[in-house]
């Protein structure tokens, strides 16, 4: 029997274990500036906003975490646990939380973290990235929304 469709070799679409070395190659082909810190872990800027994207445990998961760069004060605490909350309860991601620094400082986090057991193929792994990177930064866009800066309104 002969085939008359085109056959895609099995390895060019087949899930591959997420690795460094695919996130490097999939930022770097975007265009996208980066850097690997003193633990291995990949990061970057986009709009002033630090990401990070992590390998978990034995690779069994993939995680792109984000931070807003702003950190709003202990007085803010309530309002902003409480739109968090609400956004988790919208949306299915990327997961928001809230970490209290020693400095009484607010860091607010999103992350989308995704089971890798069996690899991810390219496309696959792209549209991870860019969900991830998406969504993070409609949150972060949110949060400016509903907490204007102080700093950027005219007295």
Request: proline share 5%; hydrophobic share 45%.
């Amino acid at each position: 029997m002969n085939s008359v469709h085109a056959r895609v070799p099995a390895e060019a679409n087949a899930p591959a274990l997420v690795t460094s070395d695919r996130i490097v190659t999939w930022l770097s082909s975007n265009n996208y500036s980066y850097f690997i810190d003193s633990d291995g872990d990949i990061g970057g800027l986009w709009d002033n906003r630090l990401f990070h994207f992590l390998l978990i445990g034995d690779g069994s998961a993939f995680q792109i975490r984000g931070q807003w760069n702003r950190f709003p004060g202990m007085d803010r605490l309530t309002e902003i646990l409480d739109f968090i909350n609400e956004w988790n309860m919208d949306r299915i991601w990327p997961k928001g939380f809230v970490r209290v620094r020693d400095d009484g400082s607010i860091v607010v986090c999103a992350d989308l973290t995704v089971t890798t057991n069996s690899g991810l193929t390219s496309a696959q792994l792209d549209l991870q990235l860019r969900c991830g990177l998406a969504t993070a930064a409609a949150l972060f866009d949110a949060l400016e929304d509903a907490f204007p800066d102080p700093l950027h309104s005219k007295p």
